[in-house]
């Protein structure tokens, strides 16, 4: 089956560093996704990594590791805002004429003053 | 701006009336599809668009219907709701379920909160 996990909840200080792991099994890869979702809204973009390596952006960085089926989002000078569940999601093969996206549970980071 | 738009956002109705929610983006992109998110349960997919007249089922498609007659609007109608239907639901749009790389990047509406009692 496909699969995606992350854990459920985090914990961190403000100003800190927190990095959310996500490991994978699907069928097929094509591209993992990272979304921002504050509670009662909706999912906002965050990251995509189709290749091995970091990519970084501003205060947020992503790394992606194809032979391990492994992920991880790095926040870095957390702030309060940042307060919010974080969504890991894989977009797979073709499904018959879908190129769906398999979603994590999500992560749920709270950032502590 | 760019942007998918729900309505309503929120809705408290009683089993067996039938409702819709409209959605509508900007973008011009071919692909949208509907979610529905639950606690413990995650993003699932109910129904998806791969274009105009071109709709499938998704994951949980058991009572919901979906039409496409333009590209910009992909309603989602619930013909006899039950309570078990009460969920967080967003539609969601991207260019194109055929493109095979780049971000291809998923925008979701602002979500519908319902509830049937």
């Known amino acids: 089956g496909q699969n995606i996990d992350q854990p459920t909840e985090m914990t961190a200080t403000e100003g800190a560093i927190v990095q959310i792991n996500c490991t994978y099994q699907t069928s097929g890869f094509n591209g993992l996704f990272w979304y921002q979702q504050h509670a009662g809204e909706a999912p906002t973009f965050l990251s995509y990594n189709v290749l091995d390596g970091l990519e970084e952006k501003g205060r947020f960085s992503s790394f992606l590791s194809r032979s391990k089926g492994y992920s991880y989002l790095l926040l870095k000078e957390l702030q309060m805002k940042d307060s919010a569940s974080y969504l890991c999601?894989?977009?797979?093969?073709?499904?018959?004429?879908?190129?769906?996206?398999?979603w994590g549970l999500g992560t749920s980071l709270a950032v502590n003053p | 701006e760019a942007q998918v738009t729900q309505n309503p956002r929120y809705l408290i109705t009683v089993t067996g009336k039938k409702l819709t929610v409209t959605c509508s983006q900007n973008m011009n992109h071919e692909y949208m599809s509907w979610y529905r998110q639950d606690p413990g349960l995650g993003l699932r997919q109910i129904y998806y668009s791969m274009n105009v007249e071109v709709t499938d089922k998704g994951d949980v498609p058991e009572g919901y219907k979906v039409s496409r007659k333009e590209k910009r609007n992909f309603p989602l109608i619930l013909e006899s709701p039950s309570p078990n239907q009460t969920s967080l639901y967003f539609c969601?749009?991207?260019?194109?379920?055929?493109?095979?790389?780049?971000?291809?990047?998923?925008?979701f509406g602002p979500g519908t909160r319902l509830t049937v009692l």
């Open positions: 999601a894989v977009r797979g093969n073709w499904a018959g004429n879908n190129r769906k996206l398999i």
């Open positions: 969601a749009s991207r260019k194109s379920g055929l493109a095979p790389l780049g971000t291809d990047t998923q925008y």
